[in-house]
C-alpha cells in the first residue's frame, strides 16, 4: 500500500506544479525571461511527477514504460533548462552558449534513446504498484553520468551568478536556487549504490527531489519579485504620490478608486458610493455621451464643474483595455482651470 500512496504523493504535487506555474504566469506579466522559465519548469516537474506516478498505477508491464518514458524526459529537460537559465541569467555569449547546450541537448536526446528504451530496464508488479528495477547495464550509467555532469557545470555557472550579484537579497535569491541542486544530487546517489528503499520505490526520492527543486524555485522567484521594481509595484507608488486628482471610473460611471490629492480635492468621503454625476455637475446627456465614447473605447475631455468646491475643471479620460481588447475602465485626470493650457 505505500507504493501506492507514494506515487499519489507524486500524482498531486505534479499537479501542483502545473497549477502554481500556471498561476504564476498569469499573474506576473513584469517579470520578463523569468515568468516562461517558470511555466517551463512547472510543466517538467508535472511530467516528472504525474509520468511516474503514472508507471506506478499501470498495471500491464507492457505499458509502463510510455508514461516512464515522459517521467525521464521531464528530468532530463529540467536540468538542462536550468542550464539555459544560467546562461540567460549571465549573458554568456551566444557562441559558447550554444556550444555547451548544443553538447548537453545531443547527450539527452541520446539518453532519451538509449536509457528511455522499452529494455532499459525491468519492470517488476508489486501487489498495488508497478516499479523497476535498474539493470546497472550501460544505459543505466550512461543517463547518470549525464546527471553528474550537468550538476557540477551547474554548480561553476551558479557561483558565478552568485558573484555577479551585488544586493543581498539577490545574492540570498541564487543561494537558494543553488542549494536546492544538491538534493537531486544527493537523491541520485542512493539510485547508483542499490538501496533497499530505491530498489522497492526507485521512482519516488528521484522524482521527490525534482518536485522539491521546483517549488524552492518558486517560492524564491515569489520573494524576490517583491523587491524587483516593476510596473505592478511601483505604478501603485506613482499614483498615489503623484499631486495631480486622479480617479478611477468603471463603465458604467461608479468610482473604482482614487488618489489622496483627488480625495482632498474633490472631498470624495472613503467610505462613500460616489459617481461620475455625484463629482462632478454633469447634465444626463453629457454623462452618457461621455460613457457612450468611453466604451467605444475613445479617449476625451470634457469641461465641468466639481461638486464639492464649484471649481471648475477639465476632465481628462484615458480608456484601458483588458486582454481582450475591450475597455474595462476609465482613467480620469482632473485638471484644475487654472493649470489648463
Same mark, same amino acid.
Given at each position: 500500500?505505500?507504493?501506492?500512496?507514494?506515487?499519489?504523493?507524486?500524482?498531486?504535487?505534479?499537479?501542483?506544479?502545473?497549477?502554481?506555474?500556471?498561476?504564476?504566469?498569469?499573474?506576473?506579466?513584469?517579470?520578463?525571461?523569468?515568468?516562461?522559465?517558470?511555466?517551463?519548469?512547472?510543466?517538467?516537474?508535472?511530467?516528472?511527477?504525474?509520468?511516474?506516478?503514472?508507471?506506478?498505477?499501470? #498495471?500491464?508491464?507492457?505499458?509502463?514504460?510510455?508514461?516512464?518514458?515522459?517521467?525521464?524526459?521531464?528530468?532530463?529537460?529540467?536540468?538542462?533548462?536550468?542550464?539555459?537559465?544560467?546562461?540567460?541569467?549571465?549573458?554568456?555569449?551566444?557562441?559558447?552558449?550554444? =556550444?555547451?547546450?548544443?553538447?548537453?541537448?545531443?547527450?539527452?536526446?541520446?539518453?532519451?534513446?538509449?536509457?528511455?528504451?522499452?529494455?532499459?530496464?525491468?519492470?517488476?508488479?508489486?501487489?498495488?504498484?508497478?516499479?523497476?528495477?535498474?539493470?546497472?547495464?550501460?544505459?543505466?550509467?550512461?543517463?547518470?553520468?549525464?546527471?553528474?555532469?550537468?550538476?557540477?557545470?551547474?554548480?561553476?555557472?551558479?557561483?558565478?551568478?552568485?558573484?555577479?550579484?551585488?544586493?543581498?537579497?539577490?545574492?540570498?535569491?541564487?543561494?537558494?536556487?543553488?542549494?536546492? *541542486?544538491?538534493?537531486?544530487?544527493?537523491?541520485?546517489?542512493?539510485?547508483?549504490?542499490?538501496?533497499?528503499?530505491?530498489?522497492?520505490?526507485?521512482?519516488?526520492?528521484?522524482?521527490?527531489?525534482?518536485?522539491?527543486?521546483?517549488?524552492?524555485?518558486?517560492?524564491?522567484?515569489?520573494?524576490?519579485?517583491?523587491?524587483?521594481?516593476?510596473?505592478?509595484?511601483?505604478?501603485?507608488?506613482?499614483?498615489?504620490?503623484?499631486?495631480? #486628482? =486622479?480617479?478611477?471610473?468603471?463603465?458604467?460611471?461608479?468610482?473604482?478608486?482614487?488618489?489622496?490629492?483627488?480625495?482632498?480635492?474633490?472631498?470624495?468621503?472613503? *467610505?462613500?458610493?460616489?459617481?461620475?454625476?455625484?463629482?462632478?455637475?454633469?447634465?444626463?446627456v453629457e454623462t452618457m455621451h461621455f460613457l457612450a465614447k468611453s466604451k467605444k473605447g475613445i479617449d476625451s475631455a470634457i469641461h465641468t464643474i466639481v461638486k464639492a468646491t464649484k471649481a471648475e475643471c477639465t476632465l481628462v479620460s484615458k480608456i484601458k483595455f483588458d486582454n481582450a481588447n475591450d475597455p474595462f475602465c476609465i482613467i480620469c485626470t482632473v485638471i484644475p482651470k487654472s493649470e489648463e493650457l
Amino acid at each position: 500500500m505505500l507504493g501506492i500512496y507514494l506515487n499519489l504523493i507524486l500524482a498531486a504535487f505534479g499537479c501542483l506544479a502545473l497549477g502554481s506555474g500556471v498561476m504564476f504566469y498569469l499573474q506576473e506579466r513584469d517579470c520578463g525571461y523569468i515568468r516562461n522559465f517558470t511555466i517551463l519548469f512547472a510543466s517538467l516537474a508535472f511530467l516528472i511527477g504525474v509520468g511516474y506516478a503514472i508507471m506506478g498505477f499501470t #498495471p500491464n508491464l507492457s505499458f509502463a514504460c510510455i508514461p516512464r518514458f515522459f517521467g525521464l524526459l521531464g528530468i532530463d529537460s529540467f536540468l538542462y533548462f536550468e542550464l539555459a537559465f544560467l546562461f540567460v541569467e549571465l549573458r554568456i555569449k551566444l557562441k559558447c552558449r550554444a =556550444i555547451i547546450l548544443g553538447f548537453f541537448g545531443t547527450y539527452l536526446l541520446f539518453d532519451m534513446i538509449i536509457f528511455g528504451q522499452p529494455t532499459a530496464i525491468n519492470y517488476v508488479r508489486y501487489e498495488f504498484y508497478t516499479a523497476y528495477e535498474n539493470k546497472l547495464a550501460g544505459s543505466f550509467f550512461f543517463h547518470y553520468i549525464y546527471v553528474f555532469l550537468l550538476i557540477p557545470v551547474m554548480l561553476y555557472f551558479g557561483i558565478r551568478w552568485f558573484k555577479s550579484k551585488k544586493a543581498r537579497r539577490d545574492k540570498l535569491f541564487t543561494l537558494e536556487v543553488i542549494c536546492a *541542486n544538491f538534493v537531486i544530487l544527493f537523491a541520485a546517489i542512493p539510485d547508483m549504490f542499490h538501496s533497499v528503499f530505491t530498489s522497492k520505490y526507485p521512482t519516488f526520492g528521484y522524482s521527490a527531489s525534482f518536485l522539491f527543486v521546483y517549488f524552492s524555485w518558486w517560492f524564491a522567484v515569489k520573494r524576490h519579485i517583491m523587491f524587483t521594481p516593476t510596473v505592478k509595484n511601483v505604478s501603485q507608488e506613482i499614483f498615489y504620490s503623484l499631486d495631480i #486628482p =486622479i480617479i478611477i471610473f468603471d463603465m458604467e460611471g461608479k468610482t473604482s478608486l482614487f488618489n489622496p490629492c483627488a480625495q482632498l480635492s474633490l472631498k470624495i468621503e472613503t *467610505n462613500a458610493q460616489s459617481s461620475l454625476r455625484s463629482l462632478f455637475t454633469l447634465t444626463d446627456v453629457e454623462t452618457m455621451h461621455f460613457l457612450a465614447k468611453s466604451k467605444k473605447g475613445i479617449d476625451s475631455a470634457i469641461h465641468t464643474i466639481v461638486k464639492a468646491t464649484k471649481a471648475e475643471c477639465t476632465l481628462v479620460s484615458k480608456i484601458k483595455f483588458d486582454n481582450a481588447n475591450d475597455p474595462f475602465c476609465i482613467i480620469c485626470t482632473v485638471i484644475p482651470k487654472s493649470e489648463e493650457l
